[in-house]
């Protein structure tokens, strides 16, 4: 049976984010002023670790394989942020997922 979880996450250019095998990322969001992730999972299923990317406005953003999740603000939009999630080789699963 499938749910959707939370997952708190930091301002940080990379971050690990540790959630069952094929959860489908939905959103990043602001909760009380903090960016979260949401995620469709299936509890039952082994652990797969994704790596979650954090660029502000105006970030330089090197080529790399990466699928774009979402644009979330802080401060009252004082602070834009656009999420990405890195695809490492074999992850091709993840690109056509939204």
Not at 54 to 77: A, L, M, W
Request: charged content about 25%; hydrophobic content about 40%; some cysteine.
């Amino acid at each position: 049976m499938r749910t959707i979880h939370k997952y708190p996450l930091q301002i940080a250019a990379s971050q690990p984010v540790i959630m069952p095998k094929d959860a489908e990322i939905l959103t990043i969001q602001t909760q009380a002023g903090n960016p979260c992730l949401w995620a469709l999972v299936d509890p039952d299923n082994d652990v797969d670790m994704r790596i979650i990317e954090i660029f502000g406005t105006g970030d330089v953003i090197h080529e790399k394989r990466r699928r774009y999740i979402s644009t979330f603000q802080i401060k009252n939009g004082e602070s834009v942020f656009h999420a990405f999630e890195y695809l490492r080789a074999g992850d091709t699963e993840h690109i056509t997922r939204r």
